[in-house]
């Protein structure tokens, strides 16, 4: 059971670490009650983490309020990080960047997202990361990323730069300790709300959300099953890399490991087969949630967590009386990347 002796003790060990204010928090946690009866399963809720403001929001922003704190300490005064074309993380960077009057840097991956729209190369969020001022420099998928970013971090210094390396999809134990944090807002807004939640659906591929969440609620004595749909037709690589930060946030929190490694689940059918790509299902979870609740999605992401969540009920994973929260990691930019699989 959930009581205020757990979430103070989650919210002192967030308050270890310095943190910048740089999002809309708490983002809103709304019922979706006409998807609630197309589905016909379980109570549907949405915790609009696209909402987080900053540089047209997403999840990213909770790792950032951490991240960038760190970096000015260190007296950075650019961010270097890598993502591809239409990286939701690179432009989240870049926008956090120009917050807090630095610059930012990016390797962009060119090669990884193939079958594109013509203007992929220039639409979206890759628009935005320059509106934004970030420069960036071509790489390859096949490159080692951290190899890059060293790299180029090593050669921004002998030009007499301080660069801050913002890890892939702002993926390590301190950027995961924003999702300690979501986890501590969605208990507040559990018992504001009087309600009762048994699992979290959401896209999932870097892993610091889901480590985030699971290692949070698990603080919180709060059994909610999280569950990440997987992007990347890589279920194995997903989950190594949940373990990875799962496996760091335990021995940070003082939390037996192997038990919250029970709790990672990785649902892999839903990633219509390739990092970027979409297929019937995740159009259906795109238009019906537009159609439904005026609720944006994008392909690669959001898009293929509510592409989950209506197969898995569809295939009985969910009773009646469950209360699912989607989590909506944001990318909605990326959308205007992808118009021709809605015919337009």
């Avoid at 740089?22 to 197309?38: A, K, N, V």
């Avoid at 639409?123 to 970030?134: C, K, R, S, V």
Wanted: charged letters at 20%; a negative charge.
């Amino acid at each position: 059971m959930l009581d205020s002796s757990h979430l103070k003790v989650l919210s002192n060990k967030i308050d270890k670490y310095n943190k910048m204010n740089l999002g809309h928090f708490p983002t809103p946690l709304e019922p979706l009650e006409r998807l609630s009866d197309w589905l016909d399963g379980p109570a549907v809720y949405v915790k609009r983490d696209d909402a987080s403001g900053l540089g047209q929001g997403g999840n990213k922003i909770r790792p950032l309020e951490f991240l960038a704190p760190d970096a000015l300490d260190s007296g950075a005064n650019v961010l270097v990080t890598a993502g591809v074309i239409q990286s939701n993380s690179v432009r989240q960077v870049a926008a956090t960047a120009a917050k807090v009057g630095i610059d930012c840097h990016f390797a962009m991956i060119t090669d990884r997202v193939d079958k594109v729209d013509t203007d992929y190369n220039h639409t979206g969020n890759i628009f935005l990361d320059q509106l934004y001022g970030a420069t960036f420099e071509e790489i390859s998928v096949n490159e080692d990323k951290d190899v890059v970013l060293e790299y180029i971090s090593t050669r921004l210094k002998q030009q007499g730069k301080s660069p801050y390396i913002v890890p892939y999809g702002c993926a390590n134990l301190l950027g995961a300790i924003g999702y300690l944090n979501a986890a501590l807002e969605i208990a507040e807004q559990i018992i504001t709300q009087q309600l009762h939640i048994t699992h979290l659906i959401h896209a999932s591929g870097t892993g610091g959300t889901q480590a985030g969440l699971i290692v949070g609620f698990a603080l919180l004595n709060l059994p909610i099953k999280v569950i990440g749909i997987d992007i990347d037709a890589d279920e194995k690589g997903v989950r190594c890399r949940v373990t990875k930060i799962l496996t760091e946030l335990a021995d940070e929190v003082g939390l037996e490991l192997e038990g919250l490694k029970q709790k990672i689940i990785i649902e892999p059918n839903f990633s219509a087969g390739a990092y970027g790509q979409a297929d019937e299902k995740t159009v259906e979870a795109i238009t019906v949630s537009a159609k439904l609740e005026a609720l944006t999605l994008d392909p690669v992401y959001s898009g293929k967590g509510v592409a989950g969540l209506i197969g898995l009920t569809r295939n009985g994973y969910f009773k009646k009386s469950d209360s699912v929260i989607f989590l909506h990691t944001g990318g909605v930019p990326a959308i205007y990347a992808y118009r021709s699989l809605f015919g337009y």
